[in-house]
């Protein structure tokens, strides 16, 4: 099983970005996740989708800005008006018990895709 995040970069605060997660070896009607953790800092829930993509729930925190969805054979994070405090290492995450906010649910992880936001 592998994911593949992609799509970080270096950016300005207000620009956008948008990340992808490709999952291989996966029965992809897997709940997907993205969390991010910036430096010093604990892994942090950012977005979650179910497996039609039917359902989807963003964090407060990013709520408004961030929109998570899926194809066939991808997860996207749509990431809107940067700030700087979005600067972390974003993770996808593939899990078969339901979408959720908690990442000890998920059963794989991405390797992670930098993001870096400046001022």
């Known amino acids: 099983v592998q994911l593949q995040a992609s799509g970080g970069g270096l950016v300005q605060a207000g620009d956008s970005l948008r990340l992808s997660c490709a999952a291989s070896?996966?029965?992809?009607?897997?709940?997907m996740g993205w969390f991010r953790q910036a430096p010093g800092k604990e892994r942090e829930f950012v977005g979650r989708?179910?497996?039609?993509?039917?359902s989807t729930y963003i964090a407060d925190s990013v709520k408004g800005r961030f929109t998570i969805s899926r194809d066939n054979t991808k997860v996207y994070l749509q990431m809107n008006s940067l700030k700087p405090e979005d600067t972390a290492v974003y993770y996808c995450?593939?899990?078969?018990?339901?979408?959720?906010?908690?990442?000890?649910?998920?059963?794989?992880w991405g390797q992670g895709t930098l993001v870096t936001v400046s001022s």
């Open positions: 995450a593939a899990g078969s018990r339901g979408a959720s906010m908690k990442p000890e649910l998920y059963d794989y």
């Open positions: 070896g996966i029965n992809f009607n897997y709940a």
């Open positions: 989708i179910n497996w039609s993509g039917g």
